[in-house]
């Protein structure tokens, strides 16, 4: 067995002890394999090992692995949307995770109807309203719904977090609850259903599945330690 099949091997065990834990269903946990920085070989191993959804945070790096790659893989956007990389990232990609604005999430809608797509996306929520991160302060995301919910070509699925640093993955659980009481809330003030919650990666996504997580993003677990540090990366 190779080492990328062995640690999913072993990931799929924790996200079946953290349903159990949880009462919850393991189907309802999708393990995405974050191959950023990683090559094409590494993302065929996983691939090779049963592993069909794949993560990827930039256009430029993922068209030319995702091209490499049999067209049964199913990619999402997990990175910073760029304004004038949305068309390329929605010929490449199935769900983009982080759409932070009305203003994004407009311009994303119109490209989607000329292209004829149907994109499923995340609102990301900047939950510890930190400067350096990305994502709908609470406050906006709610007077933004209402113009978000008009766009006629996003599928908004759910919504989408990632937690202030923190020493140990307890203390990303209340970043993680919070979340989904952002979403209980958006749920009933606007009478829409958010099923998916896009939180937790490879340090704490045992404790993301147990507040609700559906989308775990799992990079450095799967495929090993990434040459520069993963907070440069996130936005
Ligand atoms: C890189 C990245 C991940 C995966 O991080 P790991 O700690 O390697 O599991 C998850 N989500 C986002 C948004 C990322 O950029």
Redesign the pocket.
Known sequence: MSEVAGNLSAIAGKISAACLRAGRDVKSVEL?A?S??FPVGSVREAFEAGQLQF?E?KVQEAEPKIAALPGSLHWHF??RVQRNKVRKMLQNFEVI??IDSLRLASYTDEIAGELGLFPKVFLQVNVGREASKGGFEPDVLRAEMEGLLKLERLEIIGL?C?PPAGPDPESARPWFALLREIRDALEIEFGVILPAL?MG???D?GVAIEEGSTHV???????GK?SYR?DE???
């Open positions: 995405i974050v950023k920085t993560g945070s997990i990175g995770h982080a989408m990632i896009s990666m490879s340090g996504f993003r799992v990079g450095s677990a799967i495929f990434r993963v990366e996130l936005g």
